[in-house]
T-cell receptor
Framework: AQTVTQSQPEMSVQEAETVTLSCTYDTSESDYYLFWYKQPPSRQMILVIRQEAYKQQNATENRFSVNFQKAAKSFSLKISDSQLGDAAMYFCAYRSTALRPTGTASKLTFGTGTRLQVTL | DGGITQSPKYLFRKEGQNVTLSCEQNLNHDAMYWYRQDPGQGLRLIYYSQIVNDFQKGDIAEGYSVSREKKESFPLTVTSAQKNPTAFYLC??????????FGDGTRLSIL
């Protein structure tokens, strides 16, 4: 079974600075997806960024980028120019290949999350 | 607007009572999922469904039941067999290999 580990329960960053959130995972699969989701106080889960394992290039979305190290099974999230609105819980998630031979439903395995505080 | 609607936002359960959480979507997504979130933990999969009239157990299905009579709807029933139901419940949908989209959640508490 896949596992996802986020070793930083809490992180703090000053506004306009850069912060990196860590995530490691364990899997025997070669083809998978990795995600970072943001959960603000409203509790809504918002997709921040995704990475396909077969792509060597690191994904970027505006101020958010990842450092994907497949051999090391590491998937960190870098937030540049941090803003007050970035304050939230951040979850790293691993998406398995399809749950059944037919169909496309897939399971997300989540880490325990990192609470990010943004200070003035 | 297309989206996922979960209701109610807050729900209270008495001892020995079954309660049903609603999840409706108009995204035309085939797959639907139910997750449970406890404090200090990530989300854990309860049940999922790929098509109408088909659903499968996830990692923590004991004490829960689901149905998928319509593509748009995937209600979750928390039965009296679930001894620790207090949690935040999230419904999600997906289509093909696209990422899962989540509803706003239902918070269930014990009276």
């Amino acid at each position: 079974a896949q596992t996802v580990t986020q070793s930083q329960p809490e992180m703090s960053v000053q506004e306009a600075e850069t912060v990196t959130l860590s995530c490691t995972y364990d899997t025997s699969e070669s083809d998978y997806y990795l995600f970072w989701y943001k959960q603000p106080p409203s509790r809504q889960m918002i997709l921040v960024i995704r990475q396909e394992a077969y792509k060597q290039q690191n994904a970027t979305e505006n101020r958010f980028s990842v450092n994907f190290q497949k051999a090391a099974k590491s998937f960190s999230l870098k937030i540049s120019d941090s803003q007050l609105g970035d304050a939230a819980m951040y979850f790293c998630a691993y998406r398995s290949t399809a749950l059944r031979p037919t169909g496309t439903a897939s399971k997300l395995t989540f880490g325990t999350g990192t609470r990010l505080q943004v200070t003035l | 607007d297309g989206g996922i609607t979960q209701s109610p936002k807050y729900l209270f359960r008495k001892e020995g009572q079954n309660v049903t959480l609603s999840c409706e979507q108009n995204l035309n997504h085939d797959a639907m999922y139910w997750y449970r979130q406890d404090p200090g933990q990530g989300l854990r999969l309860i049940y999922y469904s790929q098509i109408v009239n088909d659903f499968q157990k996830g990692d923590i299905a004991e004490g829960y039941s689901v149905s998928r009579e319509k593509k748009e709807s995937f209600p979750l029933t928390v039965t009296s067999a679930q001894k620790n139901p207090t949690a935040f419940y999230l419904c999600a949908t997906s289509r093909g290999v696209q990422p899962q989209h989540f509803g706003d959640g239902t918070r269930l508490s014990i009276l």
